[in-house]
C-alpha cells in the first residue's frame, strides 16, 4: 500500500487524518437525498431489500411479511444509495449502493451521489457499517442517526482519478474473494 508524503488532521470519530492532497467534503455535498414515492404506481416497479448482499430483487413469492400497500415506499435507481439510519446496531447491513431499478421501504433514506464516484463513497460507507463507527452520530433508545447530522458529516475525498482507482483495486479483490468462495 502506498504511503503518503503528507498527511492532514480531518477529525472523525473513524479517521483522525486523510492525505493532503484529499479533499473533505460534507455530504450534504455528494448526497441528495431521493424523497420520490412509488404512490399508486407500486405495480411498475420491482421490489428490493437491503440485504447483507447488498440491495437484491425481492421475491413476492418467497414468503416474509409484506405491507397491505406499497405506495410509501421511495423509488430507486441504479447508482442510488439506500442507508437505514436507525436501528443501526441491530441493522445486518445499513449502507448499499443498487445495480437495480425499483422500490425500497420508505423507511430506508435514499440518496442519489453527486460530484464523486459512487463506488468509492458506498466502499467509505460498507467499511464504516462493517465495524459500526457510526455510534458517536446516534441519538436516542433506536439508535438513530438525524439527517442533518449524516448530511453535515465529513467525507474524505481524494482526486476523482485516485477515486477510480481505489474503485478498481477494491472491485478486483472482492472479485477474487468472491472467485474463491464460488470454489468452495
Known amino acids: 500500500m502506498k504511503i503518503y508524503e503528507k498527511y492532514k488532521t480531518i477529525n472523525l470519530p473513524w479517521l483522525s487524518k486523510i492525505p493532503a492532497h ?8 455528494v448526497f441528495v437525498e431521493q424523497k420520490e414515492e412509488v404512490g399508486q404506481y407500486s405495480d411498475d416497479y420491482r421490489l428490493l431489500s437491503l440485504t447483507l448482499r447488498g440491495i437484491v430483487p425481492r421475491d413476492m413469492d418467497g ?3 409484506f405491507p397491505s400497500s406499497f405506495e410509501k415506499y421511495k423509488v430507486v435507481k441504479k447508482g442510488y444509495m439506500a442507508f437505514c439510519l436507525f436501528d443501526v446496531d441491530e441493522t445486518p447491513r445499513t449502507v448499499a449502493l443498487t445495480e437495480y431499478d425499483g422500490m425500497l421501504t420508505g423507511a430506508y433514506t435514499i440518496m442519489s451521489v453527486q460530484n464523486v464516484n459512487a463506488r468509492y463513497v458506498y466502499y467509505y460507507y460498507l467499511m464504516i457499517d462493517n465495524q459500526k463507527m457510526l455510534r458517536p452520530l446516534y ?11 449524516f448530511q453535515n458529516t465529513k467525507l474524505p475525498v ?25 470454489l468452495l
Open 22 to 29: 484529499w479533499g473533505v467534503h460534507r455530504n450534504k455535498n
Open 63 to 65: 414468503g416474509g411479511k
Open 139 to 149: 441519538t436516542g433508545l433506536r439508535k438513530t442517526i438525524k439527517i442533518e447530522t
Open 158 to 182: 481524494p482526486p476523482r482519478e485516485e477515486q477510480d482507482q481505489i474503485v478498481r483495486f477494491l472491485d478486483w479483490k472482492v472479485s477474487e474473494i468472491d472467485n474463491f468462495l464460488n
